[in-house]
């Protein structure tokens, strides 16, 4: 077990909707990231916080919203979900914003849009 | 071009076998480089770091060459058990400390 849990585990949504995930961080973690894994592929980097800041994002819209909790616990906001949306959606903790990253992901949201 | 790159196979080898996996990364500034196992349904959990100097832990031998950009893993004696998908995984540090994920690469050891 890596310490890191994520609610709900499973989630079924209709298109327009908003969502909220949520993550907390195995203990002694300051940094999460949040990743987007479609079927068949490799999951992808939505954005990371950092005490409670926001520490760099990928390519996605702003309708994708984070926030960080002074516990290192975290959120990931989607607004106006997409069928597109519908993945798999980790969370995962690590121990320092510098070199050597070790990342301990939880066990993910399965999110449907329909 | 994919920051990572893998052959997503699947690779389907008898029990016992050794079966070779490799990936490509793009960028030169990559510092630090892993393997993940992901099981159907699961999350990625981390496999092994990989070193310049090569690293062995058991069964599974990662390799990089930071010239070619270039990652390998390599398993020996396949186990039913290593059935899995295997991410290559690298870290560029730009602001973010994020990892780039390959798409994977399918394993399945037929008993």
């Known amino acids: 077990e890596t310490g890191v849990t994520q609610s709900p585990t499973h989630l079924i949504k209709t298109r327009g909707q908003q969502v909220t995930l949520r993550c907390s961080s195995q203990?002694?973690?300051?940094?999460v990231s949040w990743y987007q894994q479609a079927l068949g592929q490799g999951p992808q980097f939505i954005f990371q916080y950092y005490r409670e800041e926001e520490n760099g994002r990928g390519n996605f819209p702003p309708r994708f919203s984070g926030l960080q909790f002074p516990n290192y616990s975290s959120e990931l906001n989607v607004n106006a979900l997409e069928l597109d949306d519908s993945a798999l959606y980790l969370c995962?903790?690590?121990?320092?914003?510098?070199?050597?990253?070790?990342?301990?992901f939880g066990q993910g949201t399965r999110l449907t849009v329909v | 071009r994919k920051e990572v790159e893998q052959d997503p196979g699947p690779f389907n080898v008898p029990e016992g076998a050794t079966v070779a996996f490799n990936c490509t990364y793009s960028n030169s500034a990559s510092q630090s480089f892993f393997w993940y196992r992901q099981d159907c349904r699961k999350e990625p959990k981390l496999l092994m770091s990989v070193y310049s100097s090569g690293n062995e832990d058991g069964r599974f031998t990662a390799q990089l060459n930071r010239a070619s950009q270039y990652i390998s893993l390599l398993i020996r004696d396949s186990k039913l058990s290593d059935s899995a998908t295997y991410l290559c995984?690298?870290?560029?540090?730009?602001?973010?400390?994020?990892?780039?994920f390959g798409t994977g690469t399918r394993l399945t050891v037929i008993p």
């Open positions: 995962a903790s690590s121990e320092a914003r510098e070199t050597q990253i070790r990342a301990f």
């Open positions: 203990s002694g973690h300051n940094t």
């Open positions: 995984v690298v870290n560029v540090l730009t602001g973010a400390n994020n990892l780039f």
